[in-house]
T-cell receptor, first 112, second 117 residues
Framework: DGGITQSPKYLFRKEGQNVTLSCEQN?????MYWYRQDPGQGLRLIYY???????QKGDIAEGYSVSREKKESFPLTVTSAQKNPTAFYLC???????????FGDGTRLSIL | AQSVTQLDSQVPVFEEAPVELRCNYS??????LFWYVQYPNQGLQLLLK??????LVKGINGFEAEFNKSQTSFHLRKPSVHISDTAEYFC???????????????FGTGTRLTIIP
């Protein structure tokens, strides 16, 4: 079955710690995205990548980093510089020929 | 730049009653429009999209939406709701620029639809 897999589903971070959220897709999509979702604020774009080895900052990139070494994978690292990381993180992908973004089931990050 | 306004943060509706979820957008260019649904602790699922052509768009689960360019609106409707429609609904826009690759989606803040038995 083709789709987007995010792991882990739940993640806890200690103060001063970096954590990495995984996003893998087997849809052969070119573009991938990371969003942060907070209650009442909708989805805000963190980073996006249209091709391998290239990515752009979204609206709230501070405190986050990404890499795109493979077409299938777009991991997000939440660094210790992100002072309010508690949120629901969603990964999405889309093919070049279609404007529809397909979403994974998300990772919920909490602070210990 | 684009923006999306979903005027109602919460909408309670009795089962089998009709519902309309409102979405207005602002953009300096023409846009593509989308409605997504999110069930608790899950990702977003596409309900329907407007890219071009007929302004009345039909989607999954009996939902439809009408694109109104003069009012810059894309309201979502369903004639008779079911308990399973309880979810959060997001409207989104994407600039219609064919000389670019995939463009960013701009989302509204969401409308929580609660169906009352």
């Amino acid at each position: 079955d083709g789709g987007i897999t995010q792991s882990p589903k739940y993640l806890f971070r200690k103060e001063g710690q970096n954590v990495t959220l995984s996003c893998e897709q087997n849809l052969n999509h070119d573009a991938m995205y990371w969003y942060r979702q907070d209650p009442g604020q909708g989805l805000r774009l963190i980073y996006y990548s249209q091709i391998v080895n290239d990515f752009q900052k979204g609206d709230i990139a501070e405190g986050y980093s990404v890499s795109r070494e493979k077409k299938e994978s777009f991991p997000l690292t939440v660094t210790s510089a992100q002072k309010n990381p508690t949120a629901f993180y969603l990964c999405a992908s889309s093919p070049q020929w279609e404007r529809v973004q397909h979403f994974g089931d998300g990772t919920r990050l909490s602070i210990l | 730049a684009q923006s999306v306004t979903q005027l109602d943060s919460q909408v309670p509706v009795f089962e089998e009653a009709p519902v309309e979820l409102r979405c207005n957008y602002s953009s300096s260019v023409s846009v593509y429009l989308f409605w997504y649904v999110q069930y608790p602790n899950q990702g977003l699922q596409l309900l329907l999209k407007y890219l071009s052509g007929s302004t009345l768009v039909k989607g999954i689960n009996g939902f439809e939406a009408e694109f109104n360019k003069s009012q810059t609106s894309f309201h979502l409707r369903k004639p008779s709701v079911h308990i399973s429609d309880t979810a959060e609904y997001f409207c989104a826009v994407n600039p219609n620029r064919t000389n670019f690759g995939n463009e960013k989606l701009t989302f509204g803040t969401g409308t929580r639809l609660t169906i009352i038995p």
